[in-house]
T-cell receptor
Framework: DAKTTQPPSMDCAEGRAANLPCNHSTISGNEYVYWYRQIHSQGPQYIIHGLKNNETNEMASLIITEDRKSSTLILPHATLRDTAVYYCIVPNDMRFGAGTRLTVKP | KAGVTQTPRYLIKTRGQQVTLSCSPI?????VSWYQQTPGQGLQFLFE???????NKGNFPGRFSGRQFSNSRSEMNVSTLELGDSALYLC?????????????FGPGTRLTVL
C-alpha cells in the first residue's frame, strides 16, 4: 500500500486559499488519491479524489503532480468552518494517517 | 438519500462487559467498513464486510467481531471490554468497497469503558 505524508498542522487566514500538501511517492499507477476531512469528533467527510488529472468540485480543487508522487488540496476561500483535520489517502484498504490539522483564523 | 446512520451515538460500559454497535449504510451500498479512532492511535481499520462476508480485517484481537446482514446493515461486537477500548467507532459504507469507490462515514458511536 502506498503511504502518505502530510504536515501535522497548518494555519490559514479566513478568506484566503488553504493549500494542503500530501506526499505519496510510492503510489502505483492505478491508485487514486482521496481527501477527507474530519471536524472535531464527527465522522470523516469526503472532499474529493483523483487519479491523474486535476479535479475540482464545489468544495475544493485537487492538484496532482505529473509524476503522481504528490498532490495538493486547495480550499479556495477558507472559512472558519473549514477548521478540521484533513486526511490524504491512497486507499487499498483505507488506512488513515495522522492527517493535517488546519486551523482557519479570523 | 439518507446518510450512514449509527446507533447508539453514545454508550457507557464497564470492564468485562460486551457491546454491540449498529450501522445502517446508505441505500444501495453493499460494503461496510468499521474503524476505531482514539487520540493516541488515530483512525484504525477494523474490518470490512461485503455481501455478508468479511473481506478485509485489520490488526485487532479476536474480541472485536462483526457481521453483515442481507440488507447490508452491519453490527460490530466487542467482548470482554477493556479500558483501552474507549474510542469513537466509525462505520463507512460504499457501493462495492472497491478502491475507486468513495466511502461515506457515519457520525460514530462514542464508547466509554469504565
Amino acid at each position: 500500500d502506498a503511504k502518505t505524508t502530510q504536515p501535522p498542522s497548518m494555519d490559514c487566514a479566513e478568506g484566503r486559499a488553504a493549500n494542503l500538501p500530501c506526499n505519496h511517492s510510492t503510489i502505483s499507477g492505478n491508485e487514486y488519491v482521496y481527501w477527507y476531512r474530519q471536524i472535531h469528533s464527527q465522522g470523516p467527510q469526503y472532499i474529493i479524489h483523483g487519479l491523474k488529472n486535476n479535479e475540482t468540485n464545489e468544495m475544493a480543487s485537487l492538484i496532482i503532480t505529473e509524476d503522481r508522487k504528490s498532490s495538493t488540496l486547495i480550499l479556495p476561500h477558507a472559512t472558519l468552518r473549514d477548521t478540521a483535520v484533513y486526511y490524504c489517502i491512497v486507499p487499498n484498504d483505507m488506512r488513515f494517517g495522522a492527517g493535517t490539522r488546519l486551523t482557519v483564523k479570523p | 438519500k439518507a446518510g450512514v446512520t449509527q446507533t447508539p451515538r453514545y454508550l457507557i460500559k464497564t470492564r468485562g462487559q460486551q457491546v454491540t454497535l449498529s450501522c445502517s449504510p446508505i441505500s444501495g451500498h453493499r460494503s461496510v467498513s468499521w474503524y476505531q479512532q482514539t487520540p493516541g492511535q488515530g483512525l484504525q481499520f477494523l474490518f470490512e464486510y461485503f455481501s455478508e462476508t468479511q473481506r478485509n480485517k485489520g490488526n485487532f484481537p479476536g474480541r472485536f467481531s462483526g457481521r453483515q446482514f442481507s440488507n447490508s446493515r452491519s453490527e460490530m461486537n466487542v467482548s470482554t471490554l477493556e479500558l483501552g477500548d474507549s474510542a469513537l467507532y466509525l462505520c463507512a459504507s460504499s457501493f462495492r468497497g472497491h478502491r475507486t469507490d468513495t466511502q461515506y462515514f457515519g457520525p460514530g458511536t462514542r464508547l466509554t469503558v469504565l
